[in-house]
C-alpha cells in the first residue's frame, strides 16, 4: 500500500509524491477501465422502453452484428459501448460514450461513435416530426459512410429478440484489448 502524500494542493507535491499518484491510479483506476465499462453495460439491463429488446440485448447485438461483419476491433468494441451511456447522459449519450473510448480507439472509430445518435436519426426521425437528413451536416466528413454504414447496418439493426446474439464472453478479449492500450489524451487539449 502506498504512503500518502503530504501535499494539501497539487502545486506543491513533489514529484515522488506524483510518482506514487501516478502508479496508484494506473493500478486503482486504469487498469480496471474494463471491468468497470462491462460492470456498466450490465446497468443496461431490464427496461426495454417500448422497444423488443433491452439495451444491454441492443448493444450485443450491434456488437454481434460488426464482429460477424469482420469489422475491425476498435469499430466491434464501440458497437458494443456506443450506447453505454444511455441511462447517465440520455441527452447526449453519443458524446460520453465517444469520451470514454477516445483515448483507446483510432479517430474514425471516435468520430462514429460521437455522432451516431444524429446518423441513427436517419432511420426514424421522420416518423416522430424530426429531419431525418440531419446527418447530411456531416457529409465532408472522411468518416460519414463509416457512421451510416454502423447505423444502418448494425445499430437500427439490433432490436429482434430472435436474433442469435453472441454472449459478453465473445467480446470480453476484444474490450480487454481495447482498454489494455496506452491511453491517449493526457495533458492534450
Same mark, same amino acid.
Request: aromatic share 12%; net charge negative; hydrophobic share 40%.
Given at each position: 500500500?502506498?504512503?500518502?502524500? #503530504? ?7 513533489? &514529484? ?10 494506473? /493500478?486503482?483506476?486504469?487498469?480496471? /477501465?474494463?471491468?468497470?465499462? !462491462?460492470?456498466?453495460?450490465?446497468? !443496461?439491463?431490464?427496461? #426495454?422502453?417500448?422497444?423488443? /429488446?433491452?439495451?444491454? =440485448? ?6 454481434? *452484428?460488426?464482429? *460477424? =461483419? ?13 450506447? +453505454? ?14 469520451? +470514454? ?7 474514425? #472509430?471516435? $468520430? /462514429? ?11 426514424? $426521425?421522420?416518423? +416522430? ?24 447496418? $448494425?445499430?437500427? =439493426? ?5 436474433? =442469435?446474439?453472441?454472449? +459478453? ?11 489494455? *492500450? &496506452? ?7
Amino acid at each position: 500500500m502506498a504512503t500518502n502524500g #503530504t501535499f494539501t494542493r497539487m502545486d506543491d507535491a513533489t &514529484p515522488e509524491e506524483l510518482a506514487v499518484v501516478v502508479q496508484e491510479a494506473k /493500478v486503482h483506476l486504469n487498469d480496471r /477501465v474494463a471491468d468497470r465499462l !462491462l460492470a456498466q453495460l450490465d446497468t !443496461l439491463k431490464g427496461p #426495454t422502453l417500448g422497444y423488443r /429488446v433491452d439495451r444491454y =440485448e441492443h448493444s450485443l447485438q450491434t456488437a454481434s *452484428r460488426a464482429l *460477424r =461483419e469482420g469489422a475491425r476491433t476498435d469499430m466491434v468494441v464501440a458497437a458494443l459501448f456506443h450506447d +453505454i451511456g444511455d441511462a447517465l447522459a440520455p441527452a447526449n449519450h453519443s458524446e460520453l460514450a465517444a469520451a +470514454i473510448l477516445a483515448p483507446y480507439v483510432d479517430d474514425e #472509430t471516435t $468520430w /462514429v461513435v460521437r455522432h451516431h445518435g444524429v446518423f441513427q436519426g436517419y432511420h426514424y $426521425w421522420h416518423k +416522430i416530426g424530426f429531419d431525418r437528413n440531419a446527418r447530411d451536416r456531416y457529409r465532408d466528413s472522411p468518416y460519414f459512410d463509416a457512421a451510416a454504414h454502423f447505423c444502418g447496418a $448494425w445499430d437500427q =439493426e439490433a432490436f429482434d429478440p430472435d436474433y =442469435e446474439t453472441l454472449p +459478453i464472453e465473445a467480446f470480453e478479449p476484444l474490450v480487454r484489448e481495447v482498454f489494455s *492500450r &496506452p491511453a491517449s489524451g493526457f495533458g492534450d487539449d
